[in-house]
Nanobody, 123 residues
Framework: QIHLEESGGGSVRAGGSLRLTCEAS????????MGWFRQAPDKAREGVAT???????IYADSVKDRFFVTRDKVKGIMYLQMNSLKPEDSGTYYC?????????????????WGQGTKVTVSS
């Protein structure tokens, strides 16, 4: 079992920045994938970025070179630095984790989820 809790969401103007935090607890085997996913109203949940236990990252094309995911494996914390935010980045951002290979951006692969934190980017 992995318990996940996100924080750091909020409202920002286009072009601004936010940093999201995901704290994981509940399991001492921290060799699992962690990732950020987002969901806008009436849209499917989509992968934003993932990071494995060695720090290898995968990004969605829409956020490459703007968003950066990092992880403190010892503390069980993952961050998402979001820069140059756009209105289309708005949505609820979820943290996910699981012991899966290659840490894909596919939401259906992950079994453990946080409650989400809302990000609103105004134009």
């Amino acid at each position: 079992q992995i318990h996940l809790e996100e924080s750091g969401g909020g409202s920002v103007r286009a072009g601004g920045s936010l940093r999201l935090t995901c704290e994981a607890s509940g399991n001492t085997n921290n060799y699992y994938c962690m990732g950020w996913f987002r969901q806008a109203p009436d849209k499917a949940r989509e992968g934003v970025a993932t990071i494995d236990s060695d720090g290898t990252t995968i990004y969605a094309d829409s956020v490459k070179d703007r968003f950066f995911v990092t992880r403190d494996k010892v503390k069980g914390i993952m961050y998402l630095q979001m820069n140059s935010l756009k209105p289309e980045d708005s949505g609820t951002y979820y943290c996910a984790a699981d012991w899966v290979n290659t840490c894909p951006l596919a939401a259906g692969i992950y079994d453990y989820w946080g409650q989400g934190t809302k990000v609103t980017v105004s134009s």
